[in-house]
């Protein structure tokens, strides 16, 4: 990571976001970490100081618009530029399925998985194009990439445009410097599984991805020179339920 980066990551406060934030960490780089609860984005901030690195927190829900625009001013307003954007916020519902999921969960799932990462690149583009330098990150998966029945309509559609969007934004914006990365990890350990019917073992859990994981994976774009864009990573377990098959395992439609 080069020096005097101002770093931007939504989902900050657990899991991936967390992770990259203290992967990141050093003492010319500052990190805003945004997420819904602000006791673990606090938590997240003092980890990255004990990392001698320097962070701050703002409270934000990504599918609020208004929110996250001013956030985005306050940023760039303290900091003048924001460098990078890693769009690590996510969620999913427990009835998911086709014959479960209501009308307000698959537009929350959309709302917080696709349009929040819209909303937070709509609001750092103006800036990176004027810099003619910046680095965006959306965090898909494995359901975007590879359609499964686990994970749900609204939770794979929403991943799989988000392919898309960053694609269309390496299409538009390389002329302007800009790069961008989706990355689409298998199985990871973290908090998002609890939404699960049928949540998987703290055996198969040790042996999924890891936070940390992804947060290597996310620093290797980011440490690569603004010439150098890696469009997409594609990353699993090497124990990987979704080739072992889940029928076997148990929990195939036991949502």
Same mark, same amino acid.
């Given at each position: 990571m080069q020096a005097n980066k101002v770093i931007w990551i939504t989902g900050g406060g657990t899991g991936i976001g967390k992770a990259t934030a203290l992967a990141m960490a050093g003492p010319s780089v500052h990190i805003i970490v945004s997420g819904r609860r602000q006791s673990e984005l606090d938590k997240a901030v003092e980890a990255v100081r004990a990392a001698k690195g320097n962070a701050?927190?703002?409270?934000?829900?990504?599918?609020?618009?208004?929110?996250?625009?001013?956030?985005? /001013?306050?940023?760039?307003?303290?900091?003048?530029?924001?460098? @990078?954007?890693? =769009?690590?916020?996510?969620? =999913? @519902? %427990?009835?998911?399925? +086709?014959?479960?999921?209501?009308?307000?969960?698959?537009?929350? !799932?959309?709302?917080?998985n696709l349009n929040g990462a819209f909303n937070c690149i709509s609001t750092v583009l103006p800036g990176m194009r004027a810099q003619r330098s910046g680095t965006i990150i959306n965090v898909s998966s +494995?359901?975007?990439?590879?359609?499964?029945?686990?994970?749900? %309509?609204?939770? $794979?559609?929403?991943?799989?445009?988000?392919?898309?969007?960053?694609?269309?934004? =390496?299409?538009?914006?390389?002329? =302007?410097?800009?790069?961008?990365?989706?990355? $689409?990890?298998?199985? !990871? *350990?973290?908090? &998002?599984? /609890?939404?699960?019917?049928?949540? %998987?073992?703290?055996?198969?859990?040790?042996?999924?991805? /890891?936070?940390?994981?992804? *947060? /290597? $994976? #996310?620093?290797? @774009?980011?440490?690569? %020179?603004?010439?150098?864009?890696?469009?997409? #990573? @594609? &990353?699993a377990p090497t124990w990987n339920r979704m080739y072992l098959g889940f029928k076997e395992l148990g929990i195939l439609g036991s949502r």
């Open positions: 701050e927190a703002q409270v934000l829900d990504v599918s609020d618009r208004g929110r996250v625009r001013d956030v985005a /001013q306050s940023v760039l307003a303290r900091h003048g530029r924001v460098d @990078v954007l890693i =769009n690590s916020a996510g969620t =999913n @519902v %427990p009835k998911r399925a +086709w014959n479960s999921v209501t009308m307000e969960d698959f537009h929350r !799932v959309v709302d917080v +494995w359901a975007g990439f590879y359609l499964t029945r686990l994970t749900g %309509p609204a939770y $794979s559609a929403s991943k799989r445009a988000m392919i898309a969007m960053t694609e269309s934004l =390496n299409m538009e914006e390389c002329a =302007n410097g800009i790069r961008a990365c989706v990355i $689409s990890p298998g199985e !990871v *350990a973290t908090e &998002i599984l /609890q939404t699960r019917a049928a949540q %998987p073992s703290e055996e198969d859990m040790q042996r999924m991805l /890891q936070a940390e994981d992804l *947060a /290597q $994976s #996310i620093k290797l @774009v980011c440490d690569l %020179p603004q010439r150098a864009a890696i469009h997409q #990573i @594609v &990353i």
